[in-house]
């Protein structure tokens, strides 16, 4: 079992920044691809970015290439989100999740944490 606690949402005017922090507990975090998904009011939940175990490799929505940034740090067993010029439309509930693969999809994903409301104001 891996535990997961996100936290850094809350409310940025269109174009400012913030950051987004998932901490991980239970298994080896090291053996986690981690993975960002976002979830609007009346939507789908949709990938926003994953970064493989090592770190060598992530993956962007089309949607936030360029202004996000995924990162891990596997000493403190958390993975971050850097979002930068954010926009209305991206606001949403914010989950960090983690699989033993390297998937966009959301359905190889096995552990989720709670989410954490991101909110920009136009």
């Known amino acids: 079992q891996v535990q997961l606690v996100e936290s850094g949402g809350g409310l940025v005017q269109a174009g400012g920044s913030l950051r987004l922090s998932c901490t991980a507990s239970?298994?080896?975090?090291?053996?986690?691809?981690m993975g960002w998904f976002r979830q609007a009011p009346g939507k789908g939940r949709e990938l926003v970015a994953v970064i493989r175990r090592s770190g060598g490799s992530t993956y962007y929505a089309d949607s936030v290439k360029g202004r996000f940034t995924v990162s891990r740090d596997n000493a403190k067993n958390t993975v971050y989100l850097q979002m930068n010029s954010l926009k209305a439309e991206d606001t949403a509930v914010y989950y960090c999740t983690a699989t033993e693969r390297f998937s966009s999809s959301l359905y190889e994903y096995d552990y989720w944490g709670q989410g954490t409301q991101v909110t920009v104001s136009t």
């Open positions: 239970g298994r080896t975090f090291s053996s986690y691809s």
